[in-house]
């Protein structure tokens, strides 16, 4: 095998292809070839042991997780040098010509959730349209596309939208107070699960597809909000209108100031042990994290991933070949 | 010699052996064909195979075995402690063969002579510049101890395709031999080449078992790693689905269960009448020129992308339905809310499926003997009568096969499902409701951001597993109920 | 035996045949409604055939079309190679980014040799051509390193939002909020187009082409892609066909009928039923880690869709061979075949419509199928090069046709969507082609008895 | 076993069923059917005989528009049943079927059981109130195509299942079932032993009571026994068509006397 | 046309080429073919004949083991050829088939030209050293089945186009292009007329000269005329077996006389 292989998130796929292409340009080794198929496939291809059948580098839009590592561990892959390349902006965004919004975590939660606070009770989520959510908001239907459970983003919206907007009309604190449990733990758990369950009357709907599927949708039926990440988004702003979160409007510059609540880290996973046997790893790692690619002028950060302010880092960390848990 | 100079001269030796084997025995009986037991060319293929199939197996065989038997000799050669840190044998081992190629490159390429090959020291000489030049791309610089192991690699590797190429052609030899003499006017060439033959196809067929051992296996060991993770009562017998990344989610295969089956039938109650009133139309009443434009351009929509039919569903067929459905819809029945439902997938699926069944019921009807039809005619039944009462029951089996191929295809389609459908699991009735397949719950949490070792994704080979084995299930039914209502014509 | 009875003739009272009793106009209308049905079965295939082809046709034929711009560049020395010892090294050290200059510089010289008045800015010029036209620059250079210091003329692929514009598919309005293009790069997209600089012509590279990175749709091709399904198409006939039909022809000609066969009957049609995705999981398993084959490769791609499209082959097969009547058999037999010659050389022929309609409908499916080439890591960004040999062709890394659809269906930029249709025409001239042949056969076979 | 006073008292005084005029059949280039123009009695049985291969089953396909499903075969001149074109546009050859049955040459039992078999034609007719009028249409039938006893005790068993010379009675019992006005029987005893064949002619005999029977035969006896008129068809030409007695006792073409008079069979 | 003397003077002085011993055949729980014992003569015509649905179809593809095909069929009970049992396990069903041609009931020529049909068994037996040698025993085939100058000008149009005698001259004639040494024939001359049954009449009493043939007839006066052995069958059971001459003049059994004093067809 000549050539680095790398497989994993298709949100990374991207970015990931980007940087190939130019590595397959500017340097003798011939092009990576970067599969798709998912984070989790693709770790779990990577923790399927080491030697030529195996890929060298894996791409997450996630951390790897304690569990995962472990399996590596049992399978021989032990020094994995991880890799922060930026973050993925999310953001909400309705037909052009439909009216924007501009919302908060609460809107959200008040429009999905299968149950909400209505004087200190909670009662199955009685919301249509958005005014009934919010009265600055259009009587426009609610319908909204949102990320399927397969989705990792879909966590994020859970964690930062959805458990954010409960916790800020106090839904949370009712259920928490409701919640059975042995410890607090256990409680607030339940309490978050509670929380994050989303109505299944057709108002909020999976999308276990791609952006694309949701554009259609969006297309298809132009009351739908879909959830779609910033470089999708920044690509057909002939189609779609962002909406503001908190007042703030999504942009790179705005999540790499942490402004904009709604993102998530971007990673890449590379077998320490291929370095030096798979020509070009090393080298494909550091040019994929190199100023001129991924600072902020890069064609990265051009084709909208918020690049890491801690870049440098980063850097010296491929160079170095530090692997998970010496410096973490 | 190269491998593939040595099968090409096993099987030029087979093709003279042909020849040799057909000429002999005419030879033999004086060249009255009518002397011999078999037709000459049993005699030829006879020796043509036993001059061929032994020695390729070997063949096979030693491509399997010797890069390990070398691997196993060589790899005594790396010590554990010159391992590098992280790394292991197995690389370290796949560095030694690359460097070996590489030398075997440079030899072969005329840039190194075999003495200056093995004269070549990794402490003196940059081997790794030295290949680079030759074109071989080395990750890393090349280690003594590496660079030795490369060497013994290389001449273990040299000596044993020697010895493979001497075995093989001795094998080729002696089977040509054999058979040669064996090439007599009373050999029973025919049975011998028959029984190879027939050999051959029981091999194909047990393919089959092969395939499903194979996918048994492949799934049982994740499936039960599942189970170990998650209560199988609420795999089986729960009523929700609900992956969640927090974890202790609801996994139910039921309501997808429900999803599966429902918009597979929706499907093939598209797919079935259509399929086999078109595949009856070609057959019995269109002209041979209708047949021959109208069949293979229905063929054409099973070979339309999945993906083209999923936004088929969701961009037309999907507001289609809600214009009419929907509230505001034509018809003003309010029934149906969103463009996703078991009816939009049904029939985009369904509409894929028309040529499984139309296509094979089509060929099938038309093997039904005219006889058939004109005893039914000559009864004074209309052709209508004669193709329901007649026809298509003497057709039946083949009809059935096609059926249960356009199923199983609406079994296990998934693009169409996650655009038409929707992904969502529920018990409903109403097939204007989104729902969905256990197939696309298989693809979407394989490829899911989940953690690979978690429940969540382990659920996909419970999911594909359970799935197999209703499948198992269906098809002995279906199976039961062919063998019943079969009619065999003469 | 003389049971006649008397009221036969009453039964059959003389009717004209000119006129249609009551119960014979019933069954007439029965049996044109029969027909009708038919012809509407028929009528409803082929107009979803007419609708899905009308869709795919006016979606995608804007992928055969590109827009270029040509112009001369100054392969300026100062910048490729400073030392001017031509050495190839030193100048494969400048990459790509060190190409952008030469582009700005060549836009300047356009503007003015072409006496055209813009305020925009070199840098925003340069945004109109692709990001491939500074590695086409780069590539001509290491191939021709004596041209430096030299001018030549060169045609760059423009962006995808100026070949939208060209294709009506970008208008000012629907860029307002576009940061990739501006109004004034349009405008001077109009008066490159006034001066015959910027083109739109058909796009040969789309047909033969590797796949591109997302930011540059306008490069992508599906050539490789095809190759790949080429080879993988090949795998699978020169299986499949073969394994399916011998494995048909020992299931119902040879095989005894006990419970092992109906095993292995009902085990087949399960078969058909199983998720193509387990096949992925399948071929991960048995061919990559078990038996080492290398991944992303159209052999493993093959294989895997061998074993999925052998029961559809099986199925169809046994079928055919089943409706062959049994008196044929005992014809030959009755001459003194064996049983292996009158399968073959009776049985088979009269069988191969069905076989070929399953080999059609088989192939159709695999050509079309993207869920296992995922677990085997055929779907993704595979750009590899054109496979020069056969061997090359099976084995190294290449992506399928339906994947790299399926792949630019999903990337951001609208121009992938054009593209994604462009390959469905092509992966459906692909498959006609594949069906034609077939087809032609099957008509050879056919016939009545 | 049959009454052969019949035969000389019948001839003669009865009307045209059929009429045929300058009928020519085409099997793509090959011209099967010469000009031939003959006119079939009602209530009676015509025997076509002539060697094999001459176009008699041909020619019989002609008047039940059976040949209509061979794809390469064409049909000239007029056939007329009762007066009427048979093949005019009008006429639906479903109801001409019905009005006219056959009995094939080779005998082609659907794949269904016995009982199914007989039961296909009424059925699709109705002419059946109820099962058991079926049931007693389906004995009935057997036992005119004199094969009840040998079934009887395997009604459901395939009529696939039969030896060749049940298969043919089968199917006769089945064309006899639909009650046509016309039975064409192309060759039906060729199977048969000679106790058969005689409860077949037997049948035949009876069934001109009512109906007209054209039966295409090999045997000169079985033409001389069983019909009244007699056509002899060679090469595709009908070369004499007159009384039975006639045709067999004083020929008037030389080559239906040197055919006659080979008396073999 | 044919020679009666033969008759006479071949008879006893033959030996035994087949010999059956308790043959037990059933289709699945029918027993159709009781307990038969007969030994039957080489270079001689041996004829069975019975009523329909006794069992002679049954028993004819017993000796070239052709009920193998049929899946519910069963056979017991020993028949041996030139004293080898054909049911040993060493026996190839093919080469015994080879041995022993078969000529079917119902005429079946493959959907293939003419000259296929014929050619079929010659190329697979290597009879034929080139193409012309191939098409001498074409020719001679066809012109043995008495059908050659209908079919001479359309030696490759398909087998299935033919009329049912032509169909019936063609399966014979594809039987004896491979020269089998026992010929089967199941009512060959069914679908004839008087003058090709004479033909095939003759070519079965040439054949004679040197091959063992079986003939099943329903006709009495084909028996008398071409065989020098009858069998007669009823219900399953081999009734009379014996002299042709003496069994149609002197029957033992009471079922034998009967059947033939029926002597109609
Ligand atoms: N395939 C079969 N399955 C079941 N029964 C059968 C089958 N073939 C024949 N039989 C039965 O076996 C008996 C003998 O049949 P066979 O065909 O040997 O009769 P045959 O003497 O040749 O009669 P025919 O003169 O009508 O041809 C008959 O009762 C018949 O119904
Ligand atoms: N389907 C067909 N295609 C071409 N030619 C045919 C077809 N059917 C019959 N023929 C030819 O037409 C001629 C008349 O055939 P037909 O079947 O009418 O003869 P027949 O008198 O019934 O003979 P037989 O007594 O042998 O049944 C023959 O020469 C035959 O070869
Ligand atoms: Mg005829
Ligand atoms: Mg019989
Ligand atoms: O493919 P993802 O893991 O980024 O969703």
């Known amino acids: 095998r000549d050539q680095v292989q790398v497989a994993g998130s298709s949100t990374v796929l991207p970015y990931a292809s980007i940087v190939a292409e130019a590595f397959g340009e500017n340097f003798d080794f011939p092009t990576p070839v970067v599969e798709s198929g998912g984070s989790s496939a693709g770790l779990k291809r990577f923790c399927e042991g080491v030697g030529e059948n195996t890929i060298d580098v894996a791409n997450a839009s996630r951390k790897i997780k304690d569990k995962e590592i472990k399996a590596c561990a049992e399978a021989g892959v032990t020094d994995i040098i991880e890799v922060r390349i930026g973050y993925d902006g999310i953001v909400f965004a309705s037909d052009i010509n439909g009216s924007g919004f501009e919302y908060t975590p609460t809107d959200w939660f008040l429009a999905l959730s299968n149950e909400i606070l209505v004087d200190g009770k909670m009662v199955a989520n009685p919301n249509k349209t958005w005014a009934d959510v919010n009265a600055n908001f259009p009587a426009q239907a609610l319908q909204a596309f949102i990320p399927g459970t397969k989705h990792g983003t879909r966590e994020v919206f859970e964690d930062k939208v959805i458990l954010a907007g409960c916790e800020a009309t106090g839904a949370f604190d009712v259920l928490l107070a409701a919640a059975e449990g042995a410890t607090d733990k256990a409680k607030h758990k339940a309490a978050e699960k509670a929380c994050i369950s989303l109505r299944t009357d057709g108002v909020s709907v999976d999308i276990d597809g791609d952006y694309t599927e949701t554009l259609a949708r969006i297309e298809s039926n132009k009351d739908g909000i879909g959830v779609f990440g910033l470089a999708f988004y920044e690509n057909n702003t002939d189609k779609l209108q962002v909406a503001t979160m908190s007042g703030i409007v999504p942009s790179t510059e705005s999540i790499a100031t942490g402004e904009y609540p709604v993102s998530r880290p971007l990673f890449f996973y590379v077998k320490k042990a291929h370095i030096g046997v798979i020509p070009g790893l090393k080298e494909y790692a550091e040019f994929f994290i190199a100023d001129e690619i991924a600072g902020e002028d890069g064609p990265l950060a051009e084709y909208g991933l918020v690049s890491d302010p801690e870049l440098a880092d980063t850097q010296t960390a491929v160079a170095d070949e530090a692997v998970l848990g010496s410096n973490m | ?490 | 035996m003389t049971d006649a009875t008397q009221n036969t003739g009453a039964v059959a009272p003389k009717s004209s045949l000119h006129t249609l009793d009551a119960r014979t106009k019933r069954r007439n209308a029965a049996e044109s409604r029969f027909k009708f049905y038919g012809m509407v079965a028929i009528g409803i295939g082929l107009l979803m055939l007419v609708t899905l082809l009308t869709t795919i046709l006016s979606k995608g034929t804007g992928a055969f079309t590109q827009t270029f711009v040509t112009m001369e560049v100054e392969l300026l020395e100062t910048k490729l190679d400073k030392t001017g010892a031509r050495d190839l090294e030193k100048i494969k050290k400048v990459t790509t980014f060190g190409y952008a200059p030469l582009i700005k510089t060549a836009f300047e010289k356009t503007v003015e040799a072409h006496g055209i008045e813009t305020d925009l800015k070199s840098k925003a010029m340069a945004k109109i051509l692709s990001k491939s036209a500074a590695s086409q620059l780069r590539n001509y250079v290491i191939a021709n390193p004596d041209q430096i210091g030299q001018t030549i003329e060169f045609r760059f692929l423009a962006n995808s939002r100026v070949d939208g514009y060209m294709k009506g598919r970008v208008t000012r309005d629907s860029i307002a909020n576009d940061k990739n293009i501006t109004p004034a790069q349009l405008d001077f997209v109009d008066q490159l187009i006034a001066v015959g600089a910027l083109k739109k012509t058909f796009n040969i590279d789309f047909i033969i082409g590797a796949d591109a990175s997302d930011q540059r749709p306008e490069a992508a091709g599906i050539g490789v892609a095809m190759m790949g399904s080429l080879f993988m198409m090949l795998v699978v006939l020169a299986l499949a066909l073969p394994i399916g039909v011998a494995a048909s022809i020992y299931l119902e000609e040879f095989a005894p009928k006990n419970w092992i066969t109906d095993i292995i009957e009902v085990n087949i049609s399960n078969l058909a039923a199983v998720p193509s995705i387990v096949f992925g999981i399948l071929g991960l398993a048995v061919f990559i880690n078990y038996m080492h084959l290398p991944q992303s490769a159209p052999l493993v791609g093959g294989l895997v869709l061998t074993l999925m499209t052998l029961p559809t082959i099986i199925i169809s097969t046994r079928a055919a061979l089943k409706a062959v009547p049994p008196s044929i058999r005992d014809a030959a037999l009755g001459v003194g075949a064996s049983k292996m010659q009158a399968v073959f050389h009776h049985v088979l022929p009269l069988a191969a419509p069905g076989i070929l309609t399953g080999t059609i409908i088989g192939l159709a499916q695999a050509l079309g199928e993207t869920a296992p080439l995922l677990l085997i890591g055929m779907i993704g960004f595979i750009a590899s090069n054109m496979p020069e040999t056969v061997g090359e062709g099976l084995l190294s890394p290449n992506s399928a046709m339906p994947a790299q659809i399926y792949e630019w269906a999903k990337r951001a930029d609208p121009a992938f969507y054009e593209r994604a249709w462009g390959g469905i025409i092509i992966l459906l001239i692909f498959l006609i082609s594949m069906n034609t042949l077939a087809v032609l056969l099957r008509r050879r076979f056919e016939r009545r008895w | 076993m049959y009454d052969t006073e019949k035969l000389a008292t019948d001839v003669n005084q009865t009307e045209t069923k059929i009429s045929a005029r300058n009928v020519q059949v085409y099997y793509g280039d090959t011209h099967a059917i010469k000009d031939v123009n003959v006119d079939i009695d009602a209530k009676a049985v015509t025997a076509f005989i002539g060697p094999s291969g001459c176009g008699k089953s041909t020619f019989l396909r002609c008047i039940n528009r059976m040949n209509d499903t061979i794809d390469v075969c064409r049909v000239e001149g007029d056939i007329k049943i009762d007066g009427e074109d048979i093949y005019d546009k009008r006429v639906d050859p479903v109801q001409l079927r019905a009005k006219v049955g056959m009995v094939f040459q080779k005998p082609n039992p659907f794949p269904k059981s016995i009982y199914d078999n007989i039961a296909y034609g009424p059925r699709i007719h109705g002419l059946a109130k109820n099962k058991a009028d079926l049931d007693e249409i389906v004995e009935k039938s057997l036992r005119r195509g004199a094969i009840w006893n040998e079934v009887k005790d395997r009604l459901h068993a395939p009529g696939t299942g039969l030896s060749g010379g049940q298969q043919q009675r089968l199917c006769i019992a089945r064309a006899v079932a639909t009650e046509p006005e016309v039975l064409l029987m192309d060759e039906p005893c060729s199977a048969l032993d000679p106790i058969a064949t005689a409860q077949v002619e037997e049948l035949i005999d009876e069934l001109r009571d009512q109906y007209s029977v054209v039966i295409v035969t090999h045997s000169m006896q079985q033409a001389a026994r069983v019909s009244q008129k007699t056509a002899f068809f060679h090469l595709g030409n009908l070369v004499e068509y007159g009384d039975t007695s006639q045709i067999f006792t004083t020929p008037q073409d030389e080559r239906t006397e040197s055919y006659i008079t080979g008396r073999i069979g």
Do not use: C
């Open chain 2, 1 to 490: 010699m190269p491998l593939s100079w040595l099968v090409l001269l096993v099987l030029a030796l087979a093709t003279a052996g042909y020849f040799v084997g057909r000429i002999r025995v005419l030879k033999l009986a004086g060249g009255d064909v009518r002397a011999l037991h078999s037709l000459p060319i049993y005699y030829g293929t006879n020796v043509a195979l036993s001059t061929a199939v032994p020695a390729l197996v070997v063949v096979m065989v030693w491509l399997l075995v010797q890069p390990t038997l070398i691997e196993r000799s060589v790899s005594g050669m790396i010590a554990p402690e010159m391992i590098p840190e992280g790394s292991n044998l197995n690389l370290v081992m796949s560095d030694v063969r690359r460097v070996a190629d590489g030398l075997n490159t440079a030899i072969a390429g005329g840039a190194m002579s075999l003495a200056e090959v093995e004269a070549m020291d990794a402490t003196v000489v940059d081997v790794r510049a030295r290949l680079g030049e030759l074109g071989v791309a080395l990750g890393q610089n090349v280690r003594p101890e590496v660079l030795a192991a490369a060497k013994s690699y290389r001449s273990a590797a040299v000596t044993g395709n020697t010895l493979r190429t001497l075995i093989v052609l001795a094998l080729a030899v002696v089977g040509f031999g054999i058979s040669f003499s064996k090439t007599k006017p009373d050999y029973r060439a025919r049975n011998v080449v028959e029984r190879a033959v027939l050999a051959l196809l029981m091999a194909a067929a047990s393919l089959a078992i092969l395939t499903t051992v194979g996918i048994v296996l492949s799934m049982l060991f994740e499936t039960i790693n599942f189970f170990g993770l998650h209560n199988w009562r609420d795999f089986f017998f729960g009523t929700t689905w609900a992956p969640n990344f927090r974890g202790d989610s609801e996994l139910s295969i039921l309501p997808l269960l429900w999803g599966t089956l429902y918009i597979s039938f929706i499907a093939l109650l598209v797919a079935v009448p259509i399929g086999l009133f078109a595949a009856i139309y070609l057959s019995e009443y269109a002209g041979p020129k209708t047949r021959a434009i109208a069949k293979p351009l229905l063929e054409i929509l099973a070979g339309i992308p999945t993906i083209v039919y999923g936004l088929f569903a969701l961009l037309t067929v999907g507001p289609l339905l809600v214009n009419m459905f929907g509230q505001s819809g034509s018809l003003g029945l309010g029934w149906m809310s969103g463009a996703t439902s078991v009816l939009t997938a049904g029939i985009v699926m369904g509409i894929m499926l028309i040529p499984f069944v139309s296509s094979l019921s089509d060929d099938i009807i038309n093997a039904v003997p005219q006889t058939m039809r004109d005893g039914s005619l000559g009864l004074g039944a209309t052709p209508s009568e004669t193709i329901r009462q007649v026809v298509i029951p003497a057709a039946l089996p083949g009809i059935v096969g096609a059926i249960l191929l356009a199923a199983s295809r609406a079994i296990g389609e998934t693009m169409i499902v996650v655009m038409g459908a929707g992904a969502i699991a529920k018990f409903s009735a109403n097939p204007f409701e989104s729902m969905t397949t256990i197939t696309t719950r298989i693809v979407s949490q394989l490829t899911g951001d989940g953690d690979f070792a978690s429940p969540e994704t382990l659920v996909a080979f419970a999911l594909g597993l359970s799935l197999f084995v209703l499948t198992l299930g269906l098809n002995v039914l279906a199976l039961y109920i062919v063998r019943k209502y079969r009619e065999q014509y003469e």
